[in-house]
């Protein structure tokens, strides 16, 4: 489903260009997949941050909504391959709980590191950081 059919207001700050270097095809999954879930468990009406920005050394993602969140149980099992926190919810939402498994792969892949928090009722934050190129890190 996407966005714009649920009524969600995506608030996108990308002030700057982040250059990282990697397997485009494989960091354009890792985005599609947290935006996949971000849209999925967010409901109508509801909202989604994306903020892209860079620090000294590290490139940062941050995709944050305000959907039906992760209980506290089940976070630390959320990268796990085929774990899913509600097998009910996550069977009327489709997926196979591959995706954040993926995301944490190409992430490890690519150096990085993705993180998640998340409160039941509230909404899930996922930050992936990775290590911007010698030559467009910041002094």
Not at 12 to 17: L, P, Q, S, T, V
Not at 52 to 67: P, R, S, Y
Request: hydrophobic letters at 40%; a negative charge.
């Amino acid at each position: 489903m996407l966005a714009e059919e649920k009524q969600l207001a995506l608030d996108i700050d990308a002030k700057m260009a982040v250059i990282v270097e990697g397997d485009q095809t494989r960091l354009k999954q890792v985005v599609v997949n947290l935006l996949d879930n971000a849209i999925k468990y967010t409901p109508r009406g509801g909202s989604i941050s994306i903020q892209v920005f860079a620090t000294n050394t590290k490139a940062h993602l941050e995709i944050q909504d305000n959907g039906e969140g992760i209980g506290e149980e089940a976070l630390p099992h959320v990268f796990e391959r085929f774990y899913r926190a509600d097998k009910v919810r996550s069977r009327e939402a489709g997926g196979a709980g591959l995706g954040l498994s993926i995301v944490r792969s190409i992430v490890m892949a690519h150096g990085g590191t993705v993180d998640i928090t998340s409160a039941e009722g509230k909404g899930t934050t996922v930050i992936v950081e990775l290590a911007l190129p010698e030559k467009t890190r910041m002094a």
